[in-house]
């Protein structure tokens, strides 16, 4: 069966950095586009980034752009997510999602459990 397992959250000063991982299995990783999303406390779902099945094309949400990087590895069947310059309006629970296509379609049919990303000093 399909899973999504992130990690790589947890405590980071504004201003720091983390990477956030989300291994997949149970599926053909490289034929699907992949996302981020994220929950902050009291606020609705919110899509971060999205990267192609061939890794070709990434879109970012404009609270992110310029400061994390997503990426994926499709030997290790592994998506990423690079964030730097973290702020504390980036502390969320952040989820990877895979997409139903190969090009980025919003439509997800599969979500990890999520990873808590904590900004604070």
């Known amino acids: 069966q399909v899973q999504l397992v992130e990690s790589g959250g947890g405590l980071a000063q504004p201003g720091g950095s983390l990477r956030l991982s989300c291994a997949a299995s149970?599926?053909?990783?490289?034929?699907?586009?992949m996302s981020w999303a994220r929950q902050a406390p009291g606020k609705g779902l919110e899509w971060v980034s999205g990267?192609?099945?061939?890794?070709?094309?990434?879109h970012y949400a404009d609270s992110v752009k310029g400061r994390f990087t997503i990426s994926r590895d499709t030997a290790k069947n592994t998506l990423y997510l690079q964030m730097n310059s973290l702020k504390p309006e980036d502390t969320a629970l952040y989820y990877c999602?895979?997409?139903?296509?190969?090009?980025?379609?919003?439509?997800?049919?599969?979500w990890g459990q999520g990873t808590q990303v904590t900004v604070s000093s």
């Open positions: 999602a895979k997409d139903k296509a190969t090009l980025i379609t919003y439509e997800y049919d599969y």
């Open positions: 149970g599926f053909t990783f490289s034929s699907y586009a």
């Open positions: 990267i192609y099945s061939d890794g070709s094309g990434t």
